[in-house]
T-cell receptor, first 111, second 116 residues
Framework: KQEVTQIPAALSVPEGENLVLNCSFT??????LQWFRQDPGKGLTSLLL?????REQTSGRLNASLDKSSGRSTLYIAASQPGDSATYLC??????????FGGGTRLMVKP | EAGVAQSPRYKIIEKRQSVAFWCNPI?????LYWYQQILGQGPKLLIQ????????DSQLPKDRFSAERLKGVDSTLKIQPAKLEDSAVYLC??????????????FGPGTRLTVL
């Protein structure tokens, strides 16, 4: 059974810092991995999707990497802003297209 | 392009009552998913449909939960009777398909259920 863990569970940083969110998974037989953002009381917004054959994806200030063999992914956020404050969720897509989510990292960026 | 639509956005019921949620996926998306997100946790998949057929419902509590997607488009999720532990956000998602580049999932805003 796939298990996904996100570390840290919560993070508070001053504006402008670069930061790294970590995601680990136990079963490396994945189709892809998605990073999502969730604002309070809202649904999930897809940030980046990395296919199993890829090593990384970039969108603006976000960069996600994937090391399938070691069961790890990182989300790098450059020059953080208060508007980046949200919960970030990592989800792994296994055979059968089942998404297994981690518990999330709650990020607070202080002005 | 319109996103995934869900209604209602909020629902408060008493335990043992029934409740139903509705989802309209992105146009052309063959695959539809229902997730349950308990406060402070990541979403958990309940059921997934491919067109109007069930692909996986292994984590759906079938004694009280049911879901259908009769015409391969809209879907409803029902809870009967509700328990206190069903309080959660119910998220609907859709994707073009199941494999390759077509399985990126797009989520709706969710329905927040409170069971008193």
């Amino acid at each position: 059974k796939q298990e996904v863990t996100q570390i840290p569970a919560a993070l508070s940083v001053p504006e402008g810092e670069n930061l790294v969110l970590n995601c680990s998974f136990t079963d490396s037989a994945i189709y892809n991995l998605q990073w999502f953002r969730q604002d309070p009381g809202k649904g999930l917004t897809s940030l980046l999707l990395i296919q199993s054959s890829q090593r990384e994806q970039t969108s603006g200030r976000l960069n996600a990497s994937l090391d399938k063999s070691s069961g790890r992914s990182t989300l790098y956020i450059a020059a953080s802003q208060p508007g980046d404050s949200a919960t970030y969720l990592c989800a792994v897509n296994n055979a059968g297209n089942m998404l297994t989510f981690g518990g999330g990292t709650r990020l607070m960026v202080k002005p | 392009e319109a996103g995934v639509a869900q209604s209602p956005r909020y629902k408060i019921i008493e335990k043992r009552q029934s409740v139903a949620f509705w989802c309209n996926p992105i146009s052309g998306h063959a695959t539809l998913y229902w997730y349950q997100q308990i406060l402070g946790q990541g979403p958990k998949l309940l059921i997934q449909f491919q067109n109007n057929g069930v692909v996986d419902d292994s984590q759906l509590p079938k004694d009280r939960f049911s879901a259908e997607r009769l015409k391969g488009v809209d879907s409803t999720l029902k809870i009967q009777p509700a328990k206190l532990e069903d309080s959660a956000v119910y998220l609907c998602a859709s994707s073009l398909g199941l494999t390759g580049n077509y399985n990126e999932q797009f989520f709706g805003p969710g329905t927040r259920l409170t069971v008193l």
